[in-house]
């Protein structure tokens, strides 16, 4: 089985995370508002219906699952909405 990740925009993400059944956590969102507030460009990672965190511009990661900001040999799909 091959896991799908997703990377983009907050509210791209949201809408993706909520369509397939998933829970958007609120501190997401306060991580996104942190980032946003600090100057950076917080991009959310997801696995299919799960947040794995917020990627900042700066290369920093706020994890919300284990392993989250681990390298993987998946791939990433970006800008999920978009």
Do not use: N
């Not at 809408?15 to 946003?36: F, H, I, M, T, W």
């Amino acid at each position: 089985m091959v896991a799908e990740f997703a990377m983009g925009a907050a509210q791209a993400i949201a809408k993706y995370v909520e369509s397939l059944g998933g829970p958007y956590p609120a501190e997401v969102e306060k991580a996104v508002e942190d980032a946003s507030r600090a100057g950076r460009t917080p991009l959310v990672v997801c696995e299919c219906s799960r947040v794995l965190g917020v990627a900042g511009h700066d290369g920093g990661c706020w994890p919300f699952a284990a392993g989250a900001c681990e390298p993987s040999a998946h791939e990433v799909r970006r800008g999920v909405g978009g």
